[in-house]
Every structure is written in structure tokens, then in C-alpha cells.
Nanobody
Framework: QVQLVASGGGLVQPGGSLRLSCAAS????????MRWYRQTPGKERELVAA????????SYADAVKGRFTISRDNAKNTVYLQMNSLKPEDTAVYYC????????????WGQGTQVTVSS
């Protein structure tokens, strides 16, 4: 049974930090690229950050570059998103995603964790 369990969200003041975690089970975590997305009501889900299966390559949305860092620990089957210098516009539900394209496409989603940035 595939599971992606996201945690670490909450309420934080502008300028603060949060660290999201996503614990994976039920599939070979080290074979999957991992991504964090976010979504606000009425908007499409937005890709925030991505990391390759062995963690060597990362990419970020322009809105979070220099503030967010994605990392993974394949021994713990967990991906992280360190979020610093948070802004009110970072408020969203954050979802983790596992994706593999070879030999066929596999796409798994977690349940989401709410991040609210407000004073």
C-alpha cells in the first residue's frame, strides 16, 4: 500500500521558518523523483521544488528560489522542504509527490499539509 504522509505545516509569522517532511512507504523510494507542490483555493496546483531520485539535482520555482531547500534521505524514505523567510503569499496546502517515468509512469500523492504565514 503506497503512502505519502506529509507533516510539519502550521501557522508561522512572516519571516519565519518551517520544515515540511513527507514520509513514504509501499514503493521503492530511492527510484522516484520527489516534488513538493502547493495549492491555494481557486488556483491550480503549483510546482514548488523537485529533487532527483538520488538527490543530485534540484530545481525550484522562481518564487521560492533562495528561500526554500528540498532534500531527501533515502535511508529514511523521507523528503523534506526547508522553508525560510516565509511570506504571506507562501500560504497554501503543500503536497508531496513521487514520480517515476521508466519503465512506465507512476505518480503518487500525499494528503497535504497546511502552511499559513500570517502575523
Amino acid at each position: 500500500q503506497v503512502q505519502l504522509v506529509a507533516s510539519g505545516g502550521g501557522l508561522v509569522q512572516p519571516g519565519g521558518s518551517l520544515r515540511l517532511s513527507c514520509a513514504a512507504s509501499g514503493f521503492t523510494f530511492s527510484s522516484y523523483a520527489m516534488r513538493w507542490y502547493r495549492q491555494t483555493p481557486g488556483k491550480e496546483r503549483e510546482l514548488v521544488a523537485a529533487i532527483g531520485s538520488v538527490g543530485g539535482s534540484t530545481s525550484y520555482a522562481d518564487a521560492v528560489k533562495g528561500r526554500f531547500t528540498i532534500s531527501r534521505d533515502n535511508a529514511k524514505n523521507t523528503v523534506y522542504l526547508q522553508m525560510n523567510s516565509l511570506k504571506p503569499e507562501d500560504t497554501a496546502v503543500y503536497y508531496c509527490n513521487a514520480r517515476r517515468l521508466v519503465p512506465q509512469t507512476y505518480d503518487y500523492w500525499g494528503q497535504g499539509t497546511q502552511v499559513t504565514v500570517s502575523s
